[in-house]
Structure formats: C-alpha cells, structure tokens
C-alpha cells in the first residue's frame, strides 16, 4: 500500500508491505463548515458563557490579541479581521489595539513569516509584537499559584484593559488540548513560570498526556495562572485534515474552550483493538516538524498503540535542525535516556530540558527510528534515536527484529491524531463517550 505522510510542506509517500499493516490511523471525516465567516460572526455574537464581544469592547479602552506563532498554522487571517471589526465598531480604537504573538519560549518571528501568519494588510495596518519570554523587564510578576508557581506574564497582555486569544485545539502532549489557557501561560509567560510549568512535577506526571483534561495538574495550573493574569475571551476553532475549519468556540475561556476539546476529541479519535509491534508516524508536516524540538510530540502523540518494547519509526523534515541552541547542548551531552533523567530529577531545571524529557519518554518505553532529511551529521548518534535514510528501510529492520507477521499501524498526520487502543469513555468534561 502507498501511504503519504505529512513532512516538510511536500509530504512523503512510502510504501508499505499489506500483510502486516493493521491500519491508517487518520482523523474520522470532519465536514468543513461551509461557511465559516459567517460562523465566526455568530459566535463572536452569541458566545458560550460570555456576553459578545462588542459588549465586552463597549466597557474597554484598549485590547490585546494572542496569537499562535508560526509554529502552529492557525487561520488568523480568517480570524483575526472579525475581532477587529467589533473592537473598532465598538470604541477601541485601531491604534489601542496589540497583536501579541505567543512565542513562548520559541524564536522570534521573521517578518516573511508574519505575513505568512496574518497576511499583509493585518502586518501593516495592526501594531503586532513578539513576546520576548527571557527578557524578565518585558513580564509583570503576579505572584505565585497554589502550586508554587511563580507567575511572570508578558506586560503588553496585562496592561490591556480587553485581553482576548485565539487558536485552534488539538491535543497537547503535556496539556492534554491546546487552545484556551494555554495561550496565556506558557505562549505569553516568562522563562521563571515557563520552567516551572515545564518541570519533572508536571511532566513526570501520567496525567500530563495527550487527550487528558480532567485529571491533568498541568491543565489545572494552566487555568490558575489564566485567572491570575485576566483571561477575558477567547476564539478558538478545529481544524480537520485538510487545514479547513470544523467548528468555532468562542466566549468564556473555559466554558468554551471545554466544548472545543469535546469537538475536537471526537473529530480527531482514532483505534486500534490492541497495541501494534511498529508504528509509522510524522510530527504533521510543516510548520510542527520544522525542528527535531518541535518533532518531539509526534513520538509521543503515538506511545498510547505501540507495544513496550516495540518501535516507533517517526519522519519528520527538521528544515531548521534540531532547535534552540540550549537543546542542541543538551541534545550532545547524553548518552542515553536514563542517565539524562537521573540529571534532571536532581538538578533545577533548565531551557527546553521538557522536550529531551518526552523524547526520553519515548526512548525509555520504545525504540525510537528517526527519518529526516534536517538533522546535522554530528548528532545522528544522539537524541536518544536511531537514524534511518527511509520509512521503509527502517520498517525493515524492525520486520527483521520482530517477526514478518509483525503488526503495523500508521499516523499519517502524527500529533493532530488522538490515537488509543480499543473503545472505552474518554476524559473530558461530563465524561462524554466516544
């Protein structure tokens, strides 16, 4: 069977021996909404748990928008004209008005990507900023969580009288469902709350998954820090396959954010009866797989259909190499999963360590084989992977290693697919069934 991954913005196509593959595991057919202006004009008007926006913009005098960075294609240039319509038709002017975009603790924004992410006339005609999480003059200290969190956010966010952000929801290797709080902290925290959020507390957790809300302490921490800083709207959608959208959730940001997840868990679910030997999968193609960093969730994404002791094949292009020169450090200085978790469970923790703590995860449960065409010669040994040139050289080896009768399941899309084993309830709000 020929199957096409997403990786880089082309795709790859592999092909794979029929006997042994169990199935393509992709998103169930989520219709587009025909029309989703019109939609977006309705929610803003009648929200979820929320009086509309424009009465919202009414009682303010000047407004902040979150924005995902370029790592995350959401459709601002769909969005983003409405909520300016309201605000200005509704006494804020254009000049009061702040895009900030949620880096993170990720590289700032180049200028061509800013007019990938929101076109040129939004580029040229809105005040938009990055946030700049390292530098602590840039944050407002709030203070700190029941959980000892010390809560630094950026000032543009606090200083504005409106605070709104928007997105789309999709699982989360950490968060459980992106979208909602999590454009407040860590998309517009300081590197201190950053960190914190990032550390062996939350991550070591087996609540802090893919697909899980209710009994996550990191969602749960997430939505303190929201209530700490102001959270006042949010517009958030889904997306199916194709990049189109599915569904709009707007309003209160976590009564509307819990219907998102309730949505987008049901578009996004896909089974398999019992775990596979061998799983194919991707970090979802451009922009997720542009760095190794960033590869990382779709290891993860996968862990919950693979057998202890299997293998994981993931391809993802990596144009930009492996990340952040503090993960590239780390990245070279270990010499396998365990010895780098023995170091971070008795040492402060340092940039970008949670996303070598998730490849560990993996490595620790699987072995991890690794197709990219951006990962630089020197650490093709390290990243506690293998390295493989092709899918299907790497399936070899592991129908060598297994059996020919080996089980095969693949995830064309990676981490924007909530994969699991069997039937059973999923954990959400109200305990909806699947």
Known sequence: MNVHLAYGKKGLDVNLPDRNLVKVMTMPAAEPLSNPDSEIARALQDPTGSPPLRALAQKAGSACVVICDVTRPAPNKIILPHIFQVLEENGIARKNITVLVATGLHRPSKPEELEEMV????????????HHARIIEEQQYLGKTSRNTPVY????????????????????????FSGGRKMVAPGCAGELTIKALHSPFFLENPMCKEGSIENNPLHHELLEIARMAGHDFILNVAMNESGKITGVFAGNPIQAHEVGVAHVR?????????????????????????????????????LPIVKKGGMLIIAAECAEGLG???????????????????????????????????????????????VSSGIPAGYRDKLFVRMSDTVESALQQGLARYSDDATVAVIPKGPYTLVDVGGGEAEVSGDLSQ
């Open 119 to 130: 076109g040129s006339d939004i580029q040229q005609r809105y005040r938009i900023v990055d």
């Open 153 to 176: 956010i950026d000032k543009e966010y606090c200083k504005a009288d409106l605070k709104i952000t928007t997105g789309f929801i999709e699982p989360h290797l950490m968060a459980g």
């Open 266 to 302: 049901h578009s996004v679910r896909s089974t398999v009866r019992e775990p596979v030997d061998i799983v194919i999968t991707t970090s979802a193609g451009y922009p997720l797989d542009l760095t190794f960093y960033q590869s990382v969730k779709g290891m993860t994404a996968a």
């Open 324 to 370: 952040s020169d503090e993960f590239c450090d780390m990245a070279a200085r270990f010499e396998s999963a365990e010895a780098f978790l023995q170091t971070i469970l008795s040492n402060p923790v340092v940039l970008d360590q949670w996303q070598l703590e998730e490849c560990a995860k993996a490595a620790r449960k699987v072995d991890v084989v690794l």
